[in-house]
């Protein structure tokens, strides 16, 4: 569309959804995916709650243990 459009119906496609949040193989909506899994293995949302927790403490603590220090680089914002 930045182009602009030629006379006719146009679709606009969110690309964020289409190729990054749409699972490639099944064409079904990750999150949907995410809770057949859950269903699946019987992980309550409490469980996913606290793994989620977990896994965000054990991130920053690797961080601030500099662990990712040469995948992390610096930006100045002006």
């Known amino acids: 569309m930045r182009n602009g459009a030629k006379?006719?119906?146009q679709s606009l496609v969110d690309g964020l959804l289409k190729d990054g949040l749409t699972d490639a193989y099944k064409k079904e909506h990750m999150?949907?995916?995410?809770?057949?899994?859950?269903?699946?293995?019987?992980?309550?949302?409490e469980e996913q709650d606290e793994y989620c927790i977990r896994s965000y403490k054990k991130a920053i603590a690797a961080t601030e243990a500099g662990w990712f220090t040469s995948e992390?680089?610096?930006?100045?914002?002006?």
């Open 7 to 9: 006379f006719g119906d």
């Open 31 to 45: 999150g949907l995916q995410g809770e057949e899994c859950a269903d699946d293995h019987g992980f309550s949302r």
């Open 72 to 78: 992390i680089a610096p930006i100045e914002v002006p």
